[in-house]
């Protein structure tokens, strides 16, 4: 049992961990939930805001009846305004107008003062709430600027707290660490910690559709930042809180996938967290399934539901964004690949009948694209066609695959829509997935009812 503490901000910290059980399969890879919405501030933020203003303390940066200014998307407000209340600062914050009113009349009950600022604009645009913070910085005596996006110690915060409490309460033994990037704090310092445990940890961040991480890391340059619905993770700019070495991969979502697996947690796992734990949470769950039993995922969750009732667990808003009816013409192959494994079983040519069976068995497949050298879909061959040659006398178990597929038919671009996709299935059972000349993914009729189903 806890003992009593001195005063809030000595509760910040020890958040447990929960494994899920109904957004993952039974023969999927074990997915253990940080829960960093049980901070007392609401959001795994008490943590950096708490180092960043207890060393701007010590170092004397921070004085006695300073006022702290801000520019934050909330939940870092929140931590600062928990800790200047405490410690008796006053607080100003900058906060976009995407954001919900839940969190801004939360910063305003800690007694902060909250100027909202456009969203639509770049974040060196005067009016942006990054730019505007800085002016109220630079024009307000005796004040102090944490300076989230680009303080180092926004990740040796993490480096310090979230990635030692991981480490010991898994012992170690997990595989895979996933959180969201926003500033890029809290990933950058718990995976750089925790590498420093494991080096072979894999560590993924979570970047929605709009933001400029995905294009960043993969290809160097950012991408053109457009607006997205979900909050607290993404940018429109780079932050020198994110360091790029301790993270193996980024993975894209979107508001869809976000909104729906994060009332997916509440509904069936009674996890209340935001938008952007349902991001990570969908990535996690779709590489518990790639990965299968015997691997175990660490994911991170931001912070709570509590601050978007009246946005994503309010089903009229979800509505009007279209997020119940979006219509299945609008979306891509793509948006379907990008909910599960592209894992893609072939064989070649020249491989024997008895080969190719014994994949089929031991994956649980019915079907295979025939592949060339190039990897380019030259044929399929079925279970059932190998089957019956056998049963007939026509065929022997070191004879080719080759003798015995059939000409490759459905092939269709990453970029078909949905309605194009029902067409080839109607005529084939499965549709293969080209990009290029080379094989990007199969889709079955299942795989097409499945992905449907997630909108109903």
């Known amino acids: 049992m806890r003992g009593i503490y001195q005063n809030v901000l000595h509760a910040v910290g020890d958040t447990p961990l929960v494994q899920l059980n109904k957004v993952v399969g039974p023969h999927d890879a074990r997915v253990l939930a940080k829960l960093e919405f049980m901070n007392p501030g609401g959001s795994v933020k008490d943590r950096m805001a708490l180092h960043i203003i207890e060393e701007a303390e010590r170092s004397g940066e921070l004085k006695p009846g300073a ?3 801000e520019n934050t998307s ?11 209340a405490v410690k008796g600062y006053r607080c100003i914050f900058t906060m976009p107008d995407k954001m919900s009113l839940e969190k801004v009349r939360r910063l305003r009950a800690f007694g902060a003062e909250v100027v909202v600022t456009p969203t639509a604009v770049p974040a060196e645009h005067p009016d942006s709430y990054y730019e505007t913070a800085k002016r109220i910085f630079r024009e307000t005596p005796n004040a102090f600027m944490l300076n989230q996006y680009h303080n180092k110690k926004n990740i040796e915060a993490h480096s ?3 990635g030692p409490e991981i480490w010991e309460q898994t012992s170690g033994r997990f595989d895979t660490f ?16 925790l590498k420093s445990q494991k ?17 960043q890391f993969h290809t160097g340059v950012p991408s053109e930042p457009h607006t997205y619905k979900v909050e607290g993770i993404g940018e429109d700019m780079v932050c020198g809180a994110l360091e790029f070495e301790h993270i193996d991969d980024v993975m894209q979502v979107n508001d869809h996938e976000c909104f729906h697996m994060a009332r997916r947690l509440c509904r069936e796992e009674g996890i209340f967290a935001g938008g952007s734990s349902g991001g990570s949470v969908h990535v996690a769950a779709n590489l518990a399934r790639e990965l299968g039993k015997n691997h175990t995922i660490v994911v991170l969750l931001p912070d709570s539901g509590a601050i978007y009732l009246s946005k994503f667990f309010d089903d009229q808003w979800m509505k009007e964004g279209g997020f119940f009816e979006k219509e299945t013409n609008q979306q891509s192959v793509a948006d379907l690949l990008r909910g599960k494994s592209h894992r893609v079983v072939t064989t070649t040519p020249k491989s024997s009948i008895g080969e190719a069976m014994l994949t089929m068995k031991r994956e649980g497949i019915s079907q295979m694209p025939v592949v060339s050298e190039k990897g380019e879909p030259v044929a399929m061959v079925h279970e059932i066609d190998l089957l019956n040659a056998m049963i007939e006398g026509k065929a022997k178990r070191d004879d080719c695959v080759e003798d015995f597929s059939t000409p490759v038919q459905g092939l ?9 996709l029902k067409n080839i299935l109607a005529q084939d059972n499965v549709a293969i997935v ?10 079955t009729k299942i795989d097409l009812i499945d992905y449907l189903s997630s909108f109903t």
Do not use: E
Request: charged share 10%; net charge negative.
């Open 199 to 215: 080096p072979d940890l894999r560590t993924i961040g979570v970047d929605p559709q709009g933001s400029i991480y995905y294009s």
């Open 67 to 69: 006022v702290i200014v």
């Open 74 to 84: 909330g939940n870092t407000g929140v931590g600062v305004a928990m800790a200047a």
């Open 412 to 420: 269709i671009d990453p970029d078909a829509t949905l309605d194009q």
């Open 434 to 443: 080209t990009q290029g000349k080379g094989l990007h993914g199969i889709i």
């Open 178 to 193: 996933i959180a969201g990037l926003g500033t890029g704090g809290t990933m950058s310092g718990t995976a750089k910690y």
């Open 160 to 162: 310090l707290s979230t």
